[in-house]
């Protein structure tokens, strides 16, 4: 269809001046206000996450390029719920937008688990280099058979275990810790295969659950791990970096029924400039948040043995890209730009 092509098409006119004249011969300006569109955007992080600043500079600046003919209003903290119901109702049209995880969005498309096997990447750079290519926009464009239309990559840099009972330096660390994963099926087998024991759950549930001891920890980036206040109930962080997922931007198609192809094409290409945003956001606050968790005392330890967890995954290769081998050797032997 349309999409990521179009968007530097022509921007139409947003007022229509009507002249009427009047029975007495006077002529009489009326100005027709423009119709407003108002959509939604869930977000299940909380308004002081990178991520939650990009999704509104992406409205921020859909506001601005459509003259105000378009607002988005972002619902922060999981408002509109916990992301896969989100993901449901997105489909569905009842949300209009969202940012989401890959690792959620790969249990229905699920040829996105390329993008987001164990240590596919070298590093941010090398992940970057892959989204931005082709192989970037066939997985973008790809979810558009879900009704979903793939706007924008976000950056969720890298995972790695936290817990509440010890240091993990070694695999054998591992044993008989209790993990909450995502509710993704590659991220439990990669738990698993790591030798850690798996529950899946929602996001929002995580930190009570730590608490009253249901899991020992879970797995998350720095800035995710300060901002849901996970630190405060699992003070052992483990740089283990055992996935990079990278975050899509995502627009019901049924936001198609309520726009232009105009329209269209300038949220795309303010998606795109909130990419560029967020990148930079999560960069430098990335960095922030690991040493605001240093700051406040948590255990941040390296991992001794990468290659041995690097060796422990490998078979997930096979089982969740496995019509997908030649790209994933093109990602792995992708150079990173810097
Ligand atoms: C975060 C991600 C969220 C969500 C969360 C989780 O890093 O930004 O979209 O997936 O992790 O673990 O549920």
Redesign the pocket.
Known sequence: MLLKKNYRAWIGMVCMVILLSGCNGETTTVVKQPEVTYFRLAE??PSDHP?TKADREFARLVEERTEGRIIIKVYDSEQLGP?KAVLEQVQFGAIDFTR??M??VAEISPQLNVLQLPYIYRDSDHMWQVLNSDIGDFFLDSIEDKGLIGLAWYD?GARSFYNSVREIKTLSDLEGLKFRV?ESQLMVEMARALGASVIPMA?GEVYSSIQTGVIDGAE??FP?YETSLHYEVAKYFTIDEHVRVP?MLIASNKILDRISEEDLAIIMACAEESEIYQRDKWRIEEKESEQKLRDLGIIITEIEDRQAFVEAVRPLYDRYANDYLEMVERIQNMESLE
Do not use: K
Request: aromatic share 6%; proline share 0%; charged share 15%.
């Open positions: 299940i992080h991520t992301e989401l995880s690792g959620q969720a995502m996001y998350n980036n995710s975050e």
